[in-house]
């Protein structure tokens, strides 16, 4: 995967997990992994199609995506509901946004797909032949993972 | 904002009425609270764009304002864009999208919305950017 892609994706999501928190967020080493990775409680899938294609996985557990749902709308969720689902899924389209949003003025051309949300346990996500990059940030509220797989189109 | 009118009232003793189209129940709910705060009036929400499209021209010629996504599963935000502005062409369309690309703005602007908001949203970026709108075209 190419360097210039990813750095988008690590700024737009320490800044827009601020922005929305009003918290402190530290990035924590960068790894690479190519194998069959496990997830946590909560994913959230966003696709990228167009000139670059793969896609960005947003990766939580249970207790942190609901402390992260309640501050972003300013009340208490105990349960994982509809509200607080879509609450993570918007916070995963807006820090994909951001990014795709840059790459373009670097001059990448592509889109993403409406973002979907995967809940349960013991998950695990296999790409074939695509390399992820995972990106873990800290937060006060619990540790967000985010995973970016791209390639560019044959 | 203190003791000024609310920026919802129109003056004359009724309030800016609004459809939110979002897929997302998170935007809908957030951009309902602000606009609430300010006493417009949300008379409707969709959640893709074909639904937006239905409901623009349903509650047609009450709608003051449509706040609109554009990443929406079905039909997108700019096809909904195209297809209202096709039914009135003085609809008042704020775009509201967390994808900022300079060509997709561009071509909303180009299209007829009459503002372009970069989610994440905030109070203060919401209500400034419905002032200009409301004060342009009033």
Redesign the interface.
Known sequence: MRVEYINPFVESSVNVLKEVLGLQVRRENVSLKSKALPVLDIAVIVGLVGQVEGRVIFDLDRKTALNIASKMNDETLTEFDDLAKATITELGNMITGRAVTKLSELGYKFDVTPPAIFTGNNMEISDVNIEALIVPIETELGRVEVNVALREKA | MGDEIPLGDKGDGTFYKVLIID?????I??ISQILQSQKFEVIGTAADGQEGIDKYKELHPKVDLVTLDI???NVDGITCLEKIIEFDKNAKIVMM???????LVKKALLTGAKSYI???LDRDKILSRLKSVLSNTN
């Open positions: 897929d997302s129940v998170f935007m709910k957030q990443t929406m599963p999208s967390a994808l900022g690309k300079e060509d970069v989610k994440p």
